[in-house]
């Protein structure tokens, strides 16, 4: 079973309407990944953070995503204005300093903009 | 700029016969490969990974070779199993650090009994 943790499973919301989902890494995983996983399967780089910090983002993802990994506190990646082309599957995971760029996923939040 | 093709998209074996999934990229950097499986409603788990080149790497009865000359690393099974039914993904990272992994689209391996 994957040992990084993503709430909600499923997440249902109307367009406009906020969403937001959350992701406990890996422990001891300094870097954190956001992909979309569209309804084809591909995979959609978004955001990564090292701790608290932005690594690389793309264009979307700073004009309507928000996203965080306060110290301490679970990762965020919040959808500030839903849209139908948002509806995916968000998967977080997380890669250790010893294997930098080995990913390990957990299982997704699916979202649905209706 | 960094790109991953996956040939199939769908393939349909019968228990105990062998498979290989193609995985060919693209790259300017020094190529790390890896696959992942991704079981219904399930996280996709890393498979493999390879950075060597020529040298065979194995895992739970699947292996793939890293061929620089030819920018492929086929995913190989000899005798498939129905556990094995799941989407497979070829991704690229361009090092070894914290880098963004290049997915492929996926091949979707459905094996019947």
């Known amino acids: 079973n994957s040992k990084v943790i993503q709430t909600p499973r499923y997440l249902v919301k109307g367009q406009g309407q906020k969403a937001k989902m959350r992701c406990i890494p890996e422990?001891?995983?300094?870097?954190v990944f956001w992909y979309q996983q569209n309804k084809n399967n591909e995979f959609k780089f978004l955001i990564n953070?090292?701790?608290?910090?932005?690594?690389?983002q793309i264009d979307m993802t700073e004009k309507r995503f928000s996203a965080e990994c306060p110290s301490n506190s679970p990762c965020s990646l919040e959808i500030q204005s839903s849209e139908a082309g948002d509806s995916a599957l968000y998967l977080c995971?997380?890669?250790?300093?010893?294997?930098?760029?080995?990913?390990?996923f957990g299982a997704g939040t699916r979202l649905s903009v209706l | 700029g960094d790109s991953v093709t996956q040939t199939e998209g769908l393939v349909t074996l019968t228990k105990g016969l062998p498979v290989m999934l193609n995985c060919t990229y693209q790259?300017?950097?020094?190529?790390?490969l890896f696959w992942y499986v991704q079981h219904l409603n399930e996280a996709p788990k890393l498979l493999l990974k390879?950075?060597?080149?020529?040298k065979r790497t194995e895992h739970q009865g699947f292996y793939a070779t890293l061929h620089k000359s030819s920018s492929s690393f086929h995913l190989q099974k000899s005798s498939v199993q129905l556990s094995d039914s799941a989407l497979y993904f070829c991704?690229?990272?361009?090092?070894?650090?914290?880098?963004?992994?290049?997915f492929g689209s996926g091949t979707k391996l459905t094996v019947e009994p």
């Open positions: 991704a690229l990272s361009e090092g070894s650090n914290y880098n963004v992994l290049y």
């Open positions: 790259t300017t950097y020094s190529p790390f």
């Open positions: 995971a997380s890669s250790h300093r010893d294997s930098q760029n080995t990913l390990y």
């Open positions: 953070f090292q701790n608290q910090e932005v690594l690389q």
């Open positions: 422990k001891g995983h300094p870097v």
């Open positions: 390879s950075s060597t080149d020529n």
